[in-house]
């Protein structure tokens, strides 16, 4: 997880629809956690602040806060004020700070926010918003394509013929997620996602042709904006001597990409070789392997079954008594 700091909150403030209240000397503090805290413990004193929180006082929070004589709140207040890794605090519901929160946050230099959100729906938006910003993040040379379903991240040294077989498969009705720059981000658990930058997205880079929009000339069924990474094609020039090529489809290739194990495949390419047909294959072959079939595994059962059963055996039977007479 990276961090965001919390002036970004302020300047989202459209989504979120925060106002700040006090403690503008703090927004370059950092939020560091998308989980949201609320403060109900942490102000009796019975807990402490996780680390990079956010701190949400809601209606009970506040009713609390304001049903304690002066010294107990101020007390309450300087507890969850002082506390080094709180990087913010929001009120919800539109509610008034208690007497004495807005001047604390001030003196303390802790950014006071406002929303008219209500607790529960504020807190599940704060939430995707801050997984969103805080995910982890790449990005990758190669095209990113749609095909029957499956997101296939194409791999290979450059002019390896990448974007004229992602062309191809656009051609064929599949869709295009991002050319040449792929921004990969990963969302918990363990699931990655593809998209273009803002700048050249739907865009698409052929030689002897230059750049050209899929979208304008294929129309909005040819795109996506982003898609999850199922399958990595890693094409290779083809090489004779290299016998290194998986020829039985037996080979478990994984490939590393912010920490999650891809399954990998690699695809020599040459002359007159129709690549995105193999790409199509890939991608049905990977369905059905998602669905417990995979061809090579059972075709290999089968050939051991058939030699097991054609095994000579090792029972040496005696000839007849008359024959041994002989």
């Not at 050319?179 to 698409?204: C, N, Q, W």
Request: glycine share 10%; proline share 4%; aromatic share 4%.
């Amino acid at each position: 997880m990276g961090s965001i700091e919390v002036r970004r909150l302020a300047q989202d403030h459209q989504y979120l629809r925060l106002t700040l209240l006090a403690g503008a000397a703090g927004l370059d503090g950092l939020v560091t956690s998308p989980r949201i805290q609320k403060t109900g413990l942490v102000l009796t004193g019975s807990a402490s602040a996780d680390p990079g929180r956010i701190q949400i006082l809601g209606q009970s929070e506040v009713r609390y806060l304001e049903g304690l004589s002066e010294r107990a709140r101020r007390k309450a207040v300087h507890h969850i004020l002082a506390e080094a890794e709180v990087p913010c605090l929001i009120v919800t519901r539109g509610l008034d700070p208690p007497a004495g929160l807005v001047e604390e946050a001030e003196e303390a230099g802790k950014p006071l926010f406002r929303t008219t959100l209500s607790s529960g729906y504020f807190i599940g938006k704060l939430h995707g918003y801050l997984e969103d910003k805080l995910s982890t993040t790449t990005t990758l040379h190669g095209v990113c394509v749609d095909v029957f379903g499956v997101g296939i991240l194409l791999r290979g040294d450059s002019g390896i013929g990448k974007s004229e077989c992602a062309l191809d498969l656009i051609v064929r009705g599949h869709r295009l997620v991002a050319d040449d720059v792929v921004e990969v981000v990963r969302k918990p658990p363990a699931t990655l996602f593809g998209y273009g930058s803002d700048l050249i997205k739907h865009h698409m880079e052929i030689r002897g042709l230059g750049i050209i929009n899929i979208q304008d000339l294929f129309g909005v069924a040819a795109i996506r904006d982003r898609k999850v990474i199922d399958l990595v094609i890693e094409l290779v020039a083809w090489k004779v001597s290299d016998d290194s090529y998986d020829r039985t489809g037996l080979e478990d290739l994984r490939c590393d990409v912010l920490g999650v194990a891809v399954p990998l495949l690699r695809l020599p390419v040459s002359p007159g070789r129709n690549v995105a047909t193999v790409v199509e294959v890939a991608a049905r072959n990977y369905l059905l392997q998602r669905r417990g079939h995979h061809s090579a595994r059972e075709f290999q059962d089968q050939l051991q079954a058939r030699l097991a059963d054609r095994r000579p055996s090792r029972v040496h039977t005696l000839p007849p008594e008359d024959e041994v007479a002989e």
